[in-house]
């Protein structure tokens, strides 16, 4: 790289952060909201580390004005932030509690006051428990309420909303949720999960027909999927290569894509019993609508070698893994222990750009957790976070400068907030939240992506 030669993105590619309704909201009680899966499974004791709940995480729900103000400081041109089911409608189905929407109202009105671009998701995990108890995403019907339930967020925000996405992560929703239980609602059945998977998708496809019915032609409709590249040392763990690529990317992207499920995956999932049975005439149409763009939410890759033995129920013995070991992480770490490897991000956003062309894409999610400590002087310093914040702008902007249609970057995450299972203790935000006070701080990797976005361009 010549030295002075800063790395230009496009014009008009959109800088942005990303936040969820539950990991930042809190007043899980307030204005008619009904519980969540994440309630629940948050008040399991055990569930989640330090035993951390959904209350009062951020407090976004009454401080929004000064968080809309932190993204405002920081130029930020879009926020991408959900929206939660059970505040709208507290039982999943049935009738709309207009305090839950109020709040969205108010904050898409401060939203668009700044001129930031709303980016809105209508599912970030948070599903009415009303649902769970009666099935779940296992259950059909889910995907049914889903839909009516994303026509009518759509509906009432439509004239200040032009960016949708469905699910977040659907992967994690089946198999976090319904196969390993380490996620809400900690379900431990593989079948179960693959059913999730499936109407999850299903859910999407109703919901994408229901909102490009009603939606005006300049909204832009999308799903986000957490796409990890597969790496193994041993050329010969090409089989396992193969497996975990197929559950994790391709079983999402294909159907997605119109090209249904991947015909490795159903043929080693077979074993599980026919729960392809769930996948009923027409369902393969509705998931194949076509999207405007979809968003790529990248951490870290996934390594793997061969195994002799089938595993035990761990986060790692996911349906159709068989003969597949999941390796620890190498190289340089985050706090959070996950890989830092931005070089098998580029190549992820390369393969995307080959394998599944004519979608422009956005990536949705990217960050790393550290422990964070303020100064004397009141600042955050957080080398490690901005060091892993450049590699992978630069895997990025190289991905773009090789003809991959990426289309902007919004950072995980706004704020530190409820991080699922780790609870409070894994801080991936750019503004740093004091949990027993509510202070926020913008750490010095806040300032440098606001200077990044800024000038719409790398420092080399
Ligand atoms: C994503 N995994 O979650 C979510 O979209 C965010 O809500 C979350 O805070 C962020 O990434 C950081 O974790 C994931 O185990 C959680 O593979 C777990 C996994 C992937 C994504």
Redesign the pocket.
Known sequence: MTTGTALRFPAGFLWGV?T?SF?IEGATHEDGRGASIWDTFSATRGKVDGGGTGDPACDHYHRYGEDVELLADLGLAAYRFSVAWPRVQPDGRGPVERRGLDFYDRLLDRLLDKGIEPVATLY??DLPQALEDAGGWPNRDTAHRFAEYAALVHARFADRVRMWTTL??P??SAF?GYCSG??APGRQDPVAALKAAHHLLLGHGLAMRALRAQAPSDHQLSI?L?L?PVLAEDPSAGEAVRKVDGLQNRFFLDPVFGRGYPADVLADTAWLGDWQRVVADGDLDLIATPLDWYGI?Y?SP?RVSLADEPLAVT?GNLPGLRGVRMLEPRGQLTG?GWEQNADAFHTLLRRLGRDYPGVPMIVT?N?S?FPDLISPQGTVEDPERSGYLVDHLRAVHRAVDAGVDVRGYLA??LLD?F??A?GYG?R?GLVHVDFETQRRTIKDSGRLFARIAAENELPV
């Open positions: 990303a969820s990991q970030h995990w977040n992560e992967w994690c976090l380490i996620h986000v957490n990890s939410n951490y996934v986060p959070f999610e960050g957790a995980w995450s907030n991080e699922w780790a894994q991936f």
